[in-house]
């Protein structure tokens, strides 16, 4: 089938290229000329891993393509997916449906014999339908219809999600629609992928509520975190013992210091507004909004503490800048509250990561190192900030030998309590007592 995907950024050019490996003819288009010709010079323009390989291969074989002629592109095409941003609105969190809008008019243009138009882009409750007007308005001849098909890949694992996802779910209202959007997916039946067919407000709704609850699973388990500070349990075990338990389930229990992303934080906002605006206010969704900002706030003053208090003059070396590991997405990470409010406090951060220097710099006033124990060179403690696996064993006697003070401050619980005092080092980590080293075996470590 021949597809053209409208944006070619985090999902657009996941999907582009995952559909293309199914063996359909797509074509990515974005108005963005600088990314577009990257990727026709075979660049990649975000950090997504085997994304490189995909396109490369899919390109080769003739099956991807890209251009930003969209009204050209769209001639030619069976089924024309959105999938744009939609940031939130500024002032109310509403997402902002500009750049949805505009590729419905510039498809609208293109549409030449029956077409299926798929919103991807997570957008609120009755897009799908104000997008069909928007094209009927425009080309009140066209032969088109509208589909939903939110998309709920995980940035990092982006590929092997949409190669094999927990379902997909398709919003439509014709039959018509509906055999293309089984097209689409048909190789995904092979792995029996369950595919939800629903109503577009539906499959609206459920992309907005999926996020919404995962948010809040992990907003309710970081309470439990600082509860477990307050009575003497550990939150590792707590996660642990409830996760177990089939009806709630392991994944999203990992205390932290809030959620970030592209999606969680607008997506939360947008729930929101959406509930308020329609008479039905989610009491639930704003808690979890308010508590995870506080959180973020909150994680500044966590390392102050556990830095002595006061951050004047003093240096944290920070490692993980982005808001999850495998990916180079700096929106809305932890890291621009924690990093800005660290420094307020008095001191210099000195910060590595392996994917997320380059757009952190944009938006921060850092310092960026080239390796991890670099930040750590005179620093007077270390704070992990993201999970990366390249974090997960660093050599702690280096570590302890780098740093002033040997204070680890650990946001992720990646590392265990005893093993940190068998290094010597005073460890500060999420929802576990702090542990400071007996100095006898700190000096047997050494
Ligand atoms: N990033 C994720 O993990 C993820 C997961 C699921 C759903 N989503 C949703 O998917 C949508 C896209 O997110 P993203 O992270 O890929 O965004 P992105 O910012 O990485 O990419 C959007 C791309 O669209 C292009 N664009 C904007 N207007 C255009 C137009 N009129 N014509 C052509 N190109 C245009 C931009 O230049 C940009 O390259 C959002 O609604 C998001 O909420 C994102």
Redesign the pocket.
């Known amino acids: 089938m021949r597809i053209v995907m409208?944006?070619?950024?985090?999902?657009?050019?996941v999907s582009g290229a995952c559909l293309s490996e199914f063996g359909h003819e797509v074509v990515c288009?974005?108005?963005?000329p600088g990314?577009i010709a990257a990727l026709k010079e075979g660049r990649i323009p975000?950090y997504e891993p085997g994304l490189q390989q995909i396109v490369q291969a899919n390109g080769a074989a003739g099956r991807l393509s890209f251009s930003t002629d969209?009204s050209g592109a769209v001639r030619e095409a069976e089924a024309v997916f959105i999938?744009?941003?939609?940031p939130p609105r500024h002032g109310d969190g509403h997402?902002d449906l500009t750049?949805v809008y505009?590729?419905a008019r510039?498809i609208a243009e293109g549409l030449n014999g029956y077409t299926v138009v798929v919103t991807?882009?997570?957008?609120p409750v009755g897009t799908a339908r104000a997008v069909q007007a928007v094209i009927r308005q425009a080309r009140p001849d066209a032969d088109f219809d509208i589909a939903s098909n939110?998309?709920?890949?995980?940035?990092g694992s982006?590929i092997e999600d949409f190669r094999r996802p927990d379902r997909v779910v398709v919003g439509c209202e014709s039959e018509r629609a509906r055999e293309v959007m089984r097209e689409i997916y048909r190789p995904l039946f092979i792995n029996e992928t369950p595919m939800l067919f629903t109503g577009r407000e539906s499959a609206e709704l459920i992309?907005y509520a999926a996020n919404a609850f995962l948010a809040t699973k992990i907003t309710f388990i970081n309470e439990m975190a600082d509860l477990c500070e307050q009575v003497g349990a550990d939150i590792k075990d707590v996660a642990r013992g409830m996760g177990l338990d089939k009806r709630i389930g392991g994944k999203f229990l990992h205390a932290g210091p809030g959620f970030g992303?592209?999606?969680f934080p607008?997506?939360t906002l947008a729930l929101l507004k959406t509930s308020q605006d329609h008479g039905a206010p989610s009491r639930i969704v704003d808690a979890v909004v308010s508590v995870n900002d506080a959180r973020k706030r909150a994680m500044a003053r966590k390392i102050a503490a556990a830095f002595g208090g006061d951050l004047n003059g003093k240096t944290v070396a920070l490692l993980g800048l982005t808001f999850k590991p495998n990916t180079d997405?700096m929106r809305d990470a932890p890291s621009l509250t924690i990093v800005p409010a660290l420094q307020a406090l008095g001191a210099t951060v000195r910060a590595f990561d392996p994917e997320g220097m380059a757009q952190a710099r944009k938006l921060m006033d850092i310092e960026t190192c080239e390796d991890a124990y670099e930040t750590m060179q005179g620093a007077d403690g270390l704070v992990l900030l993201t999970e990366w696996n390249q974090f997960r064993a660093l050599n702690l006697v280096r570590v302890g030998q780098l740093l002033r003070q040997k204070l680890i401050v650990d946001l992720r619980n990646i590392y265990a309590p005893a093993q940190m005092q068998s290094y010597g080092f005073r460890y500060v980590s999420i929802g576990r007592a702090a542990v400071q080293p007996p100095s006898t075996l700190a000096v047997a470590a050494e």
């Open positions: 409208v944006g070619a950024g985090y999902v657009g050019l288009v974005d108005c963005d990314r975000i969209l999938a744009v941003g939609t997402a750049y505009q590729a510039d991807k882009s997570t957008v939110p998309e709920f890949l995980r940035e982006a992309k992303g592209s999606c607008k997506d997405d």
